[in-house]
């Protein structure tokens, strides 16, 4: 059989998605992003975002297409994210999907979208091996993932509790005065801070006894205490030291992420990391990740940003590697699931 050819497609949030896949050969990949229409509000509105992928769904998936020098009918399947996101989004891509899978008469697949920024690192790095895990952490997950077999064998080893690491960067980055989103913010200011000025909790770092599992996080504690700590500082009259705050908070996130990430590969020695998600931009995760996988023999990959971020290449990605597994598409009224496990 020839290499498949996958059209995949995003709406899980802000960014609405597609690309082209043949195999692991990545032939387009186009974005368009609501952020900008968000930022004024501090944070994703799901109905700015649904309208706007309604806007824009039909000139990015024409777009993927004419970039890749293809049209519908050169597609071997199509793939869409079925979940976790918003309801109203997901909606938009999954209905789009299904009514161009209808009239061209292709076999679709509703994947989820956590999976698919596992599967994207394929296109730089090559093959998974079995047995690897991963690290998927953006504004609204924060996931640690045993993956034996992209296509049928991904298992939760960890969840946040609360926050996933980018809000939780988000809701400091508000408090301390930046545009949203703050994540970048708070990175660059940390690059100039001392991370050990501040005391801050690293989120569960041993699991909290009887009720969560030691690979889960949680990083609500580490807001509040942050929060805590300026206001005190304010309610004297006192300076607050953005620098040393911005630094203390990423190496607390950024530590608990790296060492849950190796004990995880320790439990199921496994030697390859891989890490996804838009907060793998931070530079503070990705030396604690680096540093660590270096100590421990673990072979850290961590994709271009481009490839981290939401897009269509994770989504088509992924639906290659069903479809060369042999696994049947979905059932033409799948549902949309916003909080696909
Ligand atoms: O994957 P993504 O683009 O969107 C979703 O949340 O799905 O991730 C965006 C999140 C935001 O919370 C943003 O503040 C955070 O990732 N982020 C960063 C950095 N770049 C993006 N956080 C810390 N440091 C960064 N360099
Ligand atoms: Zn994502």
């Known amino acids: 059989m020839n290499a498949p050819i996958i059209l995949g497609i995003e709406s899980t949030c802000d960014e609405t998605a597609a690309a082209v ?34 806007q824009a769904f039909v000139p ?26 918003l309801a109203g989004c997901l909606a938009v891509g999954v209905s789009g999907a299904k009514a161009l899978a209808w009239s061209a008469n292709k076999p679709i697949y509703g994947i989820n979208h956590v999976i698919g920024h596992v599967a994207v690192t394929q296109l730089q790095f090559g093959d998974l091996p079995a047995n690897t895990m991963a690290l998927i952490v953006s504004g609204g997950h924060t996931s640690l993932l045993h993956v034996n ?4 064998d991904v298992q939760v080893v960890g969840t946040t509790l609360d926050d996933a690491a980018g809000e ?20 660059r200011h940390a690059q100039l801070g001392d991370p050990h000025a501040l005391k801050v909790p690293q989120g569960l770092t041993q699991g909290k006894a009887g009720k969560a599992h030691p690979y889960d996080f949680s990083f609500s504690g580490v807001k509040t205490a942050i929060a805590r700590w300026v206001e005190n500082r304010q309610a004297q009259g006192l300076d607050v030291p953005v620098d040393d705050v911005c630094a203390s908070l ?42 660590a996988g270096e100590k421990h023999g673990v072979d850290v990959r961590i994709p271009d940003i481009k490839l981290c971020t939401d897009n269509g290449a994770m989504v088509a990605m992924l639906g290659s590697n069903l479809v060369e ?9 799948f549902p949309i699931d916003s909080a696909m496990p």
């Open 21 to 54: 896949v043949e195999g692991k050969e990545l032939r387009s990949n186009v974005v368009a992003s609501s952020m900008e229409e968000h930022a004024r509000y501090g944070g994703v509105i799901p109905e700015i975002a649904s309208r706007a992928h309604a």
């Open 60 to 85: 990015v998936v024409s777009k993927a297409l004419a970039d890749a020098n293809m049209t519908i009918d050169d597609v071997d399947a199509i793939a869409v994210s079925a979940g976790p996101g």
């Open 149 to 152: 077999d992209i296509a049928r």
């Open 168 to 187: 939780c960067f988000d809701k400091v980055a508000r408090l301390l005065g930046f545009p949203y989103p703050g994540g970048p913010h708070i990175d």
């Open 250 to 291: 990423a190496d607390s996130v950024a530590q608990v992420l790296a060492k849950k990430s190796m004990m995880g590969c320790h439990e199921y020695d496994s030697t390859t990391m891989i890490v996804g998600g838009g907060f793998s931009a931070n530079s503070q995760l990705r030396a604690a990740l680096r540093e």
């Open 325 to 333: 597994a042999g696994v049947q598409p979905s059932a033409m009224d």
